[in-house]
């Protein structure tokens, strides 16, 4: 050992084989998003506070029992954020534009700033009541669950291997994604680096003056990184499609353009009360023709997987408890819908519909069937001389 001391590689550094190993009894990353736009959309069918944050709870508890130890996992943070953001930001709104919902429990009295006839309807200023900061609070709640069930399928689903399942007519599209994913963190990175850099050299990193100059050799640093992926693209043979007849395209078109439209049509037709009958079928007629027009499209691009990922017991199970959570609150919004949807005139406190919290206690499900994430590596230590 020298005078300086030696470095020394961890004794428990992943083998090649532990790492095909972990790989292969990995869980698939597309039942990680069905789990977490299952539970999204249980989000949708409720304004109870409660029934939200325990939505909530459940999407971190799996996250934190089940993230990897990965760049690309650690962006539920930035979605809780988000979610904290979209609050502040509907409740700001609500106080200066003031809201709908009458009330009588005035909290603070703002100046009202006079507006032209043509903006009748809209006010600034004015009383800001008890009732309408509610109403705010709860319809914001929504929204900011449903991104944070976004970020939970973010941080547990490896981008990468979630690109391999994709269908062959996405390929392309989720290359783009996945290459925006991966660049992402590259970019705060090199942000973090260059203003340590200048700390250490006694210059300013901060205000717009710091900005700047800290802008300028990041944004070089990713052209440089995008000019060499793109050549590695091309070597690769990137873009490049087999020939399809053209009954064969129009065909596709047709499909995957009807599909979406039946989608959005039967999804129109659930979320009102007059299309319940017509909902359902034109929504299943549009997954269908959507997935026919995604497999004839798929022909066109001519690629290999290799070490597919499996779709196990496990992926099931993770999906039917997102699933089970989805179905069983939309049970409870047809059979009871003041418990889900609690009332702001009169202004009462929420209450906690038992059999619906139970419901959304199955999302718990995936933190104990997924597999363990592996140990996070240990750096090397510097044994004293």
């Not at 001391?5 to 550094?13: I, K, M, N, Q, V």
């Not at 292969?24 to 949708?44: F, K, Q, S, Y």
């Not at 783009?176 to 994913?181: D, E, P, S």
């Not at 596709?252 to 129109?268: F, N, P, Q, R």
Request: glycine share 10%; net charge positive; proline share 8%.
């Amino acid at each position: 050992m020298g005078a300086g001391g030696t470095l020394h590689a961890p004794a428990s550094a992943p083998t090649p084989a532990a790492t095909h190993r972990h790989r292969a009894t990995a869980l698939h990353p597309g039942a990680w998003w069905l789990w977490a736009l299952a539970l999204g959309t249980a989000a949708t069918r409720t304004t109870n506070p409660l029934l939200l944050a325990l939505l909530v709870t459940v999407s971190a508890y799996v996250v934190i029992t089940r993230r990897p130890h990965a760049p690309w996992s650690r962006s539920y943070g930035a979605f809780v954020k988000l979610a904290l953001a979209v609050l502040l930001i509907r409740l700001l709104f609500t106080t200066l534009l003031g809201s709908p919902i009458p009330g009588t429990h005035t909290l603070v009295t703002l100046p009202e700033v006079p507006l032209p006839d043509w903006a009748q309807g809209v006010r600034l200023g004015g009383r800001v009541t008890a009732e309408g900061l509610t109403f705010a609070l709860y319809d914001a709640m929504k929204l900011a669950t449903l991104l944070v069930c976004v970020g939970a399928a973010n941080a547990l689903a490896n981008p990468s291997r979630l690109l391999k399942s994709l269908p062959g007519a996405l390929y392309e599209m989720g290359v783009a994604v996945v290459v925006a994913l991966t660049f992402a963190p590259n970019l705060i990175a090199d942000v973090q680096r260059l203003r340590a850099a200048r700390r250490l050299r006694g210059r300013h990193d901060k205000g717009v003056r710091g900005l700047l100059q800290v802008g300028l050799p990041v944004l070089e640093g990713a052209l440089e990184r995008s000019v060499a992926l793109a050549a590695a693209m091309d070597a690769r043979g990137y873009g490049r499609t087999a020939r399809v007849p053209a009954p064969v395209r129009r065909t596709t078109a047709a499909l995957t353009l009807g599909g979406l439209l039946g989608v959005c049509a039967g999804t129109y037709g659930l979320l009102t009360a007059a299309g319940g009958t017509y909902g359902i079928p034109v929504l299943l007629a549009g997954v269908a023709a959507a997935f026919a027009g995604l497999w004839l499209g798929g022909r066109r691009t001519v690629r290999t997987r290799y070490r597919p990922d499996r779709w196990d017991a496990r992926a099931w199970l993770v999906t039917a408890s997102g699933v089970a959570v989805a179905a069983l609150l939309f049970l409870a919004a047809a059979r009871d819908p003041a418990a889900l949807h609690p009332g702001v005139v009169p202004l009462t406190a929420p209450t906690l519909p038992l059999w619906p919290a139970a419901a959304v206690l199955l999302g718990l499900l995936p933190a104990f069937v997924a597999p363990s994430p592996d140990p996070a590596p240990k750096t090397a230590v510097k044994e004293p001389s």
